[in-house]
């Protein structure tokens, strides 16, 4: 029996896309998958937890294809487009070479919204997917086109959440 990928995405306003695409990462590589995580919107300059813990699992690589500031939307600086673009064309390498069989673009669907990196760009992409591998996107803000070229489609609503009551950014929950 030939195994089917499938296209995901993860969005929504609420918290926890990340966190489950990583999730799902982790349940390829129990399974002796490869896994390559382009983090986008993301530097290398800034702690990530994920990313450090993530190093010590091997079969689960994570690539962070932006900078260490907050991306304009609407206005994007040209090295934010830049790095995106590298970012979009290392996913490209590794679908078509084989070189992962889970491929997870995260927070691509903000770097979509916020113009670094073009829809038609993104859906190219999901066209050269291998009929094996499967690839999830992350990020709020996922498009109609988008949505519709995914096999499943999940949105993280936030009914509620600890900014609300005056708690700032933590490790371990924010970063």
């Known amino acids: 029996m030939s195994r089917q ?8 306003k609420g918290k926890g896309k990340t966190t489950a695409a990583i999730g799902m990462g982790v349940r390829s590589v129990g399974h002796a998958r490869r896994v390559l995580m382009v983090q986008f919107m993301k530097g290398p300059g800034r702690l990530y937890g994920e990313t ?3 190093k010590a699992l091997p079969g689960f690589t994570v690539v962070q294809s ?3 500031r907050f991306a304009r939307k ?3 600086d040209p090295e934010d487009m830049r790095k995106a673009q590298e970012g979009l064309e290392l996913a490209q390498e590794a679908l078509t070479s084989g070189g992962c069989d889970l491929l997870i673009l995260d927070e691509v669907n903000v770097a979509v919204d916020y113009g670094l990196v073009s829809e038609e760009d993104v859906l ?3 066209d050269l997917k291998p009929p094996e591998a499967d690839i999830i996107l992350t990020g709020r803000g ?3 086109a988008i949505i519709h070229r995914a096999d499943l489609v999940s949105e993280v609503q936030e009914v509620k959440h600890h900014y609300q009551a005056g ?5 371990g929950i924010e970063f």
């Open 167 to 171: 708690v700032s950014a933590q490790a």
């Open 124 to 126: 190219g992409l999901l």
């Open 66 to 68: 932006g900078s260490d």
């Open 142 to 144: 996922a498009t109609e």
């Open 5 to 12: 990928g499938v296209i995901m995405v993860f969005t929504g």
């Open 74 to 76: 609407g206005n994007p």
């Open 52 to 54: 450090e813990a993530l």
